[in-house]
């Protein structure tokens, strides 16, 4: 099977781009790996965002908060999740490498009761998880079906 790295990218990586390596690493087979990163990281990984993971049986150990400027592996593939309805910028990966866009509302950003906060999270990881079931589901990848991807389970 040919090796593939993914790379999620925010800006904080503390958040949706965490959701999505640690769920994509959870359900991808062996040859094809997540990582996240963000042009700004926040230095640490939202606590929500570890409970939900681990609430869904996935693995959240080796998971940071990093920067791009030091990533393990050159990506293959490029996915950014920040979600324009919070007027939010994405970085943008300069390397030469296939990209989308799947933006996804930050929940860390949402005020409200515990049930809407926790609603956020659980809507922010029911988009990521459908989004990476798609892509694995494809025998081949292009930039139009990633794009295509990123507006299953409501775009931003």
């Known amino acids: 099977m040919l090796t593939m790295n993914i790379l999620f990218l925010c800006t904080g990586n503390s958040c949706r781009s965490i959701l999505s390596e640690a769920t994509f690493n959870h359900l991808a087979p062996p040859a094809w790996r997540a990582i996240s990163a963000g042009s700004k990281p926040a230095g640490q990984l939202h606590p ?3 409970a939900l993971l681990q609430s869904k049986g996935i693995s959240t150990e080796g998971y940071y908060s990093k920067s791009w400027d030091s990533l393990p ?3 293959d593939i490029v996915i950014t999740v920040c979600g324009s309805a919070a007027g939010e910028t ?3 990966y300069l390397g030469p490498v296939l990209r989308a866009h799947w933006g996804v509302d930050d929940p860390s950003h ?3 009761s ?6 956020a ?3 922010a990881y029911r988009i990521i998880r459908l989004r990476i079931e798609a ?7 292009s930039a139009p079906e ?3 991807i990123g507006t299953l389970g409501g775009a931003c």
């Not at 892509?135 to 990848?141: D, E, I, V």
């Open 48 to 50: 929500r965002a570890l």
């Open 73 to 75: 592996v050159t990506p």
């Open 90 to 92: 994405c970085p943008a």
């Open 110 to 112: 949402v005020v409200g």
């Open 114 to 119: 515990e049930a809407e906060i926790e609603a």
């Open 121 to 123: 999270f659980e809507e």
């Open 135 to 141: 892509f694995l589901a494809r025998p081949t990848l």
């Open 146 to 148: 990633l794009s295509r």
